[in-house]
């Protein structure tokens, strides 16, 4: 690994400390994306979310107490009155008064608040958009919990050997619908096209009252708690390099690991003392990420990503030298922060360990990193699909191995969360198997080998590939639509419960077929996950 991250320094790459790497505000940029947004909204066009965001983008780009972002923020008002949404049309107004330091949208500010304040009062807060109560407890653990993980059931245990590595086994016999883990991620990313609808940090969507980074055009947040956390925690380290990054390479995964990087210099409070000392120890030590404390621990999640595997390559593999070349890139990046070093001397690379670092988790994230994804309702045809919104690294989640036929599922939760639910069931002493993207139903078991073998590097011999399962027809009813359209919670708690009783009695070979199993899903999204229509 080290030699691979030298190399990269000794051919002189891209070298980040020898330039000012900027993400400049643009207020020409700006004005311009204004007038985009308000040619499709006064055009009737109806995209108010594509309006939205451009409005947001505009936002992002204009400079902090310029009249560009105080037209912004207006313009974005109007569409929150147009959608309802009169809560929210008066943050905007709010923030807009803020920006308009020269007081030329006041009148129309004063006039526009007014006549928002008198529509929130006619409408009940169930009546506003957004306001949503979904009347649904959280989501559980089905067992209890070990006492220093209150994430993980304790019917779990991580095993070792030579063919599956590390992972995690159950003790007991586990049903379909039982809920065994809920994780947190420890670096997340928003895919490119929800950078201006989500908080960058929680990810939650709030299109109509993001505020931005004041350094970047990038990151976009639902709240001042939010900008702040993430300024603290990371993307101080990344704000003019994410930039860089997402415009050289397109590829979210690079920037997930670049923001582990930064995650884990700002858990140390950016002691690169203390992170080196923790890292040396971790090397030598054989750790289980289950038996770890983490409610009274310090940085524990850094220790369990910090271990998670990586893909060995040649060295002259195109991915490998692409990685070290990255790498060096963050490493020059970092240690120009004069917050952290000194008298940086590039031909001695000083600090080299903060690139391998950066090398480590470039390669650990192309193995461990899986996208969160929503439920949207596509027209015309009103059929719903998985759309990936974040890229994102789980450091318990990337204990599970890979079936084409999993017997567990991840769902992601609205707060955030992964909860690992079981779709098949498993006896005491089974394994605990994931999908990494490649499912039979899907995808024929040639193809599933291939793209496993290039991206994870191994061959797939799970029961599907060995018994060459067949692909199924995708699932679609349109009872099970109409519940998630209508959003009819009740219903969907009554037929989950109705099915998981039926499943769980046992019929044929003990399995779940396709078919119950993708309405289970669909029930089990609309009560814990986020549905858009």
Known sequence: ???????????????????????????????????????????????????VKLYNRSIAYSTNGSQQRA??????????????????????????????VPGLLRRKLDQSEQCARGMLLSVSDDATPGSSRHGVAPLK???????????????????????????????????????VLIDSPYASVLEPDFCYARCDHCQRPAPFTLIPCEHCTKAMYCSE??????????????????HHLAETTGDPLVLLA????????????????????????????????????????QNIAFSAVHILASLTRAPNDPAEVRAAQLAWEMHCHLVSKPELTANYDPDNVPYQWVGEMCYQFLKAMQCNARPAQLTRRDEPKGRYRAVPFALRCYPLISLLNHSCAPNVKCFDLRDGRCAVVVIQPIAAGGQLFGNYGYDYSETGRDERREA????????????????????????HSKRVDTILRTRDMSTA?????????????????????????????????????????
């Not at 002691?271 to 038996?291: D, E, F, W």
């Not at 073998?453 to 995708?474: K, L």
């Open 71 to 100: 037209q912004a923020y207006w313009e974005r008002s109007k569409v929150c009155v147009k959608l309802n949404r009169y809560a929210d049309c008066l943050q905007n107004i709010r923030l807009a008064r803020a920006t308009d």
């Open 258 to 297: 670049w923001r582990a990087v930064a995650r884990a210099i700002g858990a140390y409070r950016y002691n690169l003392r203390t992170l080196k000392q923790r890292r040396h120890l971790l090397s030598q030590t054989v750790v289980n990420p289950l038996l770890l404390d983490w409610v009274h621990g």
């Open 141 to 179: 653990l089905s067992f209890p919990a070990y006492e220093n993980a209150p994430r993980v059931a304790n019917c779990l245990v991580m095993r070792r050997n030579l063919r599956y590595g590390r992972y995690l086994e159950t003790n007991r016999a586990l049903k379909v619908g039982d809920v």
């Open 225 to 242: 708690d939010c900008l702040n956390s993430a300024r603290t925690q990371y993307h101080h380290f990344e704000c003019a390099l994410v």
């Open 452 to 475: 496993l073998q290039r991206d994870y590097g191994f061959t797939c011999n799970c029961n599907a590939c060995e018994n060459n399962f067949p692909t199924a027809e995708p699932f």
């Open 1 to 51: 690994m080290a030699a691979n991250f030298l190399r990269a320094g000794q051919q002189r790459l891209t070298h980040c400390a020898e330039r000012t790497l900027v993400d400049g505000k643009d207020n020409r940029k700006a004005a311009e994306l204004c007038v985009e947004g308000n040619g499709m909204h006064y055009d009737n066009v109806k995209r108010y979310m594509d309006v």
């Open 493 to 533: 708690a009554r037929n989950m419960a109705k099915l998981l009783a039926e499943v769980n009695e046992g019929v044929g070979d003990g399995r779940v077929s396709h078919q119950q199993l993708a309405e289970l899903e669909r029930y089990f999204e609309l009560l814990y996950c986020e549905v858009l229509n």
